[in-house]
């Protein structure tokens, strides 16, 4: 039951910021904090794997700041953030209750996550008078709770 709701929490993160979800899961694989040699996601503890979304994390903080940058919940967006939750999400339940019930689990909390994280920041950007701040707090609320997550699952 732990690893499903990992799951959930990571598809949040995912939700949240889709970059750091795959990131910390990686660094979690590659650091040994969970086992996913010998299956179809073995990949994610790649010696590269880990820099390459760490790099992909950075440059979505980065764009998350742009007026350009789409919502999170335009189709593509939404969509990605669904995938990737659910990747995770398989992940992090491998070890306990199966890939299967993992990427449900890691895919319900994506759309938790996309769909709670834009009302939470909305209302705390209108409380600071704008995005920037809020968007800053949101970053460093994914990436302490990827990283707590990740601990949780050793």
Do not use: H, N
Request: charged content about 10%.
């Amino acid at each position: 039951m732990v690893g499903i709701l990992l799951a959930l929490l990571i598809g949040v993160v995912a939700g949240l910021r889709a970059m750091t979800a795959p990131a910390a899961v990686s660094w979690a694989a590659s650091l040994g904090w969970i086992s996913l040699g010998d299956t179809w996601l073995e990949f994610l503890g790649y010696r590269w794997t880990p820099w390459i979304f760490t790099i992909l994390a950075i440059g979505e903080f980065i764009t998350d700041q742009l007026p350009s940058t789409p919502s999170r919940t335009v189709p593509i967006q939404f969509g990605t953030r669904i995938l990737i939750g659910s990747l995770c999400g398989a992940a992090l339940g491998m070890a306990s209750a199966g890939w299967l019930p993992g990427a449900v689990a890691g895919a319900a909390g994506a759309v938790i996550g996309t769909l709670g994280g834009r009302a939470a920041r909305a209302k705390l950007a209108s409380v600071f008078g704008r995005d920037s701040p809020a968007a800053i707090l949101e970053d460093g609320i994914a990436v302490g709770a990827a990283f707590l997550i990740v601990a949780a699952a050793q």
